[in-house]
Every structure is written in structure tokens, then in C-alpha cells.
């Protein structure tokens, strides 16, 4: 038994799979011979505005920039309705003004299921 009823020959065309022949990959104006695979020419430089990855340009989320603009609303009211204070610890009673900025402004860029513990309290703005 077959996973597949039929077969497809060499080079049969697939509109399912193939891009039309003026996507941004096959660009003559941004790749020397666009229709030969060559994964290496991405090492080098290469015109930064010739590449969509999935997800962004045509193929990107309609709603995206709609929910980063709601997300942006909604922390801008929180920001502008409360004073945002990292509350004392204990833990870190010794530490200096920089220390804690540092320590509250780490970056990390990963995923994590597991938020770094940071004690903040809002007081409602007058």
C-alpha cells in the first residue's frame, strides 16, 4: 500500500510548491542564477531586502500589526494611569540604584516558561 496513489515525474510543475516567477527569490536584480539552490550565498553579504522569511512580507499575519498596536495601547495606559516602582526586597536590601536598574533591565532573549522574578508595584497616578 501506497502513502501516495500517484507519482510525479522529474520537474513537473506544482503550483502548490512553486513560487511565481517574480518572487523576491528569483529576483535577477538580487541573485546571480536564482533557479540553481545555492544555500551559500546567504554567507556572505547579500542585499538584506531580498529575503522574506516566512511570516513576514506577503505571507505575514494580517492581524499582527493590529495586535501590536492593541498590546502597545494597553501598556501605554497602564504606564500613564500608574507609577510603576520596583518594590524593596529583602534579598536585594544591599544593592546600589545601578545594581537594581541592571538587574531589572537584564535582556534575555530565549524562551522560558519561568519569568524572572522581579517585585513591581503600581499606585494609581493622581
Keep these: 500500500m501506497f502513502l501516495f496513489p500517484w507519482l510525479l515525474e522529474q520537474f513537473t510543475f506544482c503550483p ?11 529576483l535577477l536584480a538580487h541573485w546571480s542564477e536564482p533557479e540553481h539552490f545555492n544555500p551559500s550565498r546567504l554567507l ?28 502597545l495601547a494597553f501598556l501605554s495606559v497602564i504606564v500613564m494611569g500608574y507609577k510603576i516602582t ?16 541592571e538587574r531589572v533591565l537584564r535582556k534575555f532573549q530565549g524562551v522560558t516558561v519561568i519569568p524572572v522574578r522581579i517585585a513591581i508595584t503600581l499606585a494609581k497616578r493622581s
Excluded at 538584506?48 to 492593541?70: H, I, N, P, Q
Design 16 to 26: 502548490i510548491c512553486s513560487s511565481p516567477e517574480d518572487f523576491t527569490y528569483f
Design 86 to 101: 520596583v518594590k524593596p526586597e529583602l534579598e536585594f536590601a544591599n544593592e546600589t540604584f545601578e545594581e537594581r536598574r
Design 44 to 71: 556572505g553579504d547579500w542585499p538584506k531586502d531580498a529575503f522574506f522569511a516566512f511570516g513576514s512580507g506577503m505571507t505575514s499575519y494580517v492581524g499582527r500589526r493590529f495586535s501590536e498596536l492593541g498590546s
